[in-house]
């Protein structure tokens, strides 16, 4: 029952042992999005985000271009979903 440092998190169950990975089947997609944190100079969250892109890279540019419009913009949080799966070492019976 060790986690691992990027492979996930190895179990034993019913004398199987069970690794959780990264899911690196084409469906389903990662889904990535940015929010931005900014505040205008009275105190009021921006409420922009990048919307649900396919890589962090899209969301990345479009950090990118809010800072651009906003310069006061820098600070933005990150919601990431990654498809994990479990596999067997051998399949049970």
Known sequence: MTPLASSGLVIGC????????????PYPAQRHLLACLGESEDG???????????TFEDAKRWAAGHTRLHPDHRRFSQLSELAWVMVPDEEPE
Not at 14 to 25: F, Q, S
């Open 14 to 25: 019913r004398l199987t042992v069970w690794t959780m990975r990264i899911d690196n089947e």
């Open 44 to 54: 009021v969250r921006c409420q922009e985000h990048s919307g649900e892109r396919e």
